[in-house]
């Protein structure tokens, strides 16, 4: 038995939630999301909760079980209150810059970078710091973890993109003889 996924999810007011054909909509204040739900699990919703059921005990079933439950847990707080991740870029002429629906990196290279950022993502650029927000958190954390890698940051100077709350362990340079 999955510990996570017998945890029922409270559903808040505004927020809707429909079930039919294995297909699981959410819909609440900042927008809608759908998801196709594993053959293995089943939904019960009643009483403002939503219960994420196995049709059989297993090892598989109860992974399906509470991995099922937490993507479902995140919709329901994506549309109710959405997500925020902030990339923080370190280095003397590093810079971004919000051009429509991208942004243009001046990261070191020899070339600027133009990233596209794709729908159900928005994002504000302010000085160093580049500030994403959706509601889909899977869609929102690849769309940073794809910032972060056009320039990662190294552990010498620090240089590069890092999330805000990353702590880069730095390391010692060369030592010069005497």
């Known amino acids: 038995m999955s510990r996570v996924g017998k945890k029922p999810i409270t559903i808040p007011d505004k927020t809707k939630v429909i079930y039919t054909d294995r297909s699981l909509t959410v819909t609440g204040a900042k927008g809608e999301l759908q998801r196709i739900i594993h053959p293995s699990v089943?939904?019960?919703?009643?009483?403002?909760?939503?219960?994420?059921?196995?049709?059989?005990?297993?090892?598989?079933?109860?992974?399906?079980?509470?991995?099922?439950?937490?993507?479902i847990n995140n919709m329901v707080k994506g549309v109710s209150e959405g997500y925020e991740r902030v990339l923080e870029i370190n280095g003397i002429g590093y810079r971004a810059e919000l051009k429509g629906n991208s942004i243009l990196f001046n990261l070191g290279y020899s070339?600027?970078?133009?990233?596209?950022?794709?729908?159900?993502?928005?994002?504000?650029?302010?000085?160093?710091?580049?500030?994403?927000?959706?509601?889909?958190?899977?869609?929102?954390?690849?769309?940073?973890?794809?910032?972060?890698?056009?320039?990662?940051?190294?552990?010498?100077?620090?240089?590069g993109i890092k999330f805000a709350e990353e702590h880069i362990q730095r390391k010692a340079g060369k030592t010069g003889t005497k």
């Open 42 to 71: 089943d939904l019960v919703i009643e009483d403002n909760e939503l219960k994420v059921v196995a049709l059989k005990q297993d090892r598989v079933t109860d992974a399906f079980q509470g991995m099922t439950r937490n993507l």
């Open 111 to 159: 070339h600027s970078i133009d990233f596209k950022i794709p729908n159900g993502v928005s994002a504000s650029v302010d000085r160093n710091l580049v500030k994403l927000s959706g509601i889909d958190k899977e869609l929102l954390g690849r769309t940073a973890a794809a910032i972060r890698r056009l320039r990662p940051p190294e552990p010498y100077k620090g240089k």
